[in-house]
């Protein structure tokens, strides 16, 4: 069992800096829990302090109902994969997963027993007799991986770990850990990235944290679709959510929101007559916007365009006060720039967002 608990964590620096506050959160054996965030907002400053390499300045960490807050990091059943693989360069890919086994003092049976196991599953059989100069960046990763493993610790805490492979690595890397992950069914990861893909193909649950706080927890899929605010809306997502403002001018089953720039928008989510003139943005993803002979949304002159392949990006001229419009339009369009564009969604994908929070109602 692995079950790890954060109840009113803080971390405050020297002079009053207060860099993490009110952190609650509850994860259980088996998940897989992935830290986002803007950089500087904590994420691996909160992964140190489970790990005990930082210091929790308030609040309470327990693993397994055990109190950690003085608990030296060795002694609290977690291992860590950092973003450097910080091999020994002069000893062979067994001997740098053996080591933390051999200061232990395990007997060489117990060793080479563990070893094997975690070469076996991270695929690391053929490489296990050379030494890391000879080895490519995401085989380094899988060694530095596995000397986390041959240690059998209750939490796996990864900092970003595929931030120095490049783009393919990355990719084949994802899926070791993946694979990795269902391997070891009753072990908890934790796991921090920039990476939306990684966080959103690995996770059980996200933790996006900002404003020094966390923003919203929920399954890749419930941020995606449910965002509670527009900082996860905008930040879950690539590219990110359009926000437009507007006001709320038909309520009901269905709102109707008039736009500033022009334009009006259906959404599905329910609204009282209080809310009639409430001033909200509306959210619409990227990928939900398709154009139209008719009502729409949005009207705009396509400034840039990308054609990708699968899809083709359309980015418009900014209109004043309100951020750029993305349209992610499927297959290969044609050239659509300096083109006037007008666009609309189906009132399912419609968000409402009153004062930065959701006015969906919560479940």
């Not at 850990?177 to 059980?204: F, G, N």
């Amino acid at each position: 069992m692995a079950d790890l608990k954060l109840t009113n964590v803080e971390k405050t620096y020297a002079e009053n800096v207060n860099v993490l506050n009110n952190i609650n959160l509850d994860i259980t054996t088996g998940e897989l829990i992935v830290f986002v965030g803007p950089s500087g907002c904590g994420k691996s400053t909160l992964l140190r302090m489970i790990a005990g390499l930082e210091k929790i300045t308030g609040g309470e960490l327990t693993i397994d109902g055990e109190m950690m807050n003085d608990v030296p990091p060795a002694q609290r059943g977690i291992a860590m994969v950092f973003q450097s693989y910080a091999l020994y360069p002069h000893m062979t890919v067994r001997d740098n997963m053996a080591f933390a086994l051999k200061i232990a003092k395990k007997s060489k049976a117990e060793i080479d027993a563990a070893v094997d196991k975690a070469a076996k599953v991270l695929q690391l059989e053929p490489y296990l007799d050379r030494l890391p100069k000879a080895l490519s960046g995401g085989q380094r990763q899988r060694v530095a991986i596995g000397r986390s493993i041959v240690r059998d610790p209750k939490v796996y805490l990864f900092d970003e770990p595929l931030s120095n492979l490049d783009a393919a690595l990355r990719v084949a890397t994802r899926i070791e850990i993946a694979r990795l992950k269902e391997a070891m069914p009753d072990r908890t990861m934790i796991y921090v990235t920039h990476d939306q893909v990684e966080a959103m193909t690995l996770a059980s649950r996200i933790v996006v944290l900002a404003n020094k706080g966390i923003a919203q927890v929920g399954t890749p899929l419930e941020l995606y679709e449910t965002p509670e605010n527009e900082f996860v809306a905008q930040f879950i997502g690539s590219p990110a959510m359009n926000l437009l403002p507007g006001k709320i001018t038909g309520t009901g089953a269905r709102t109707i929101v008039t736009l500033d720039g022009g334009g009006s928008a259906i959404s599905d989510i329910r609204t009282s007559d209080g809310d009639s003139g409430k001033a909200v943005n509306i959210g619409v993803r990227p990928e939900d916007m398709r154009p139209t002979d008719s009502e729409y949304l949005f009207k705009g002159k396509v400034d840039i365009t990308e054609a990708l392949g699968e899809v083709t990006l359309l980015y418009f001229e900014p209109v004043a006060g309100a951020d750029p419009v993305i349209a992610k339009l499927p297959g290969i369009q044609r050239d659509l720039r300096g083109s006037d564009v007008t666009l609309t969604a189906d009132p399912a994908k419609v968000h409402l967002f009153h004062e930065g929070q959701s006015m969906r109602p919560k479940t």
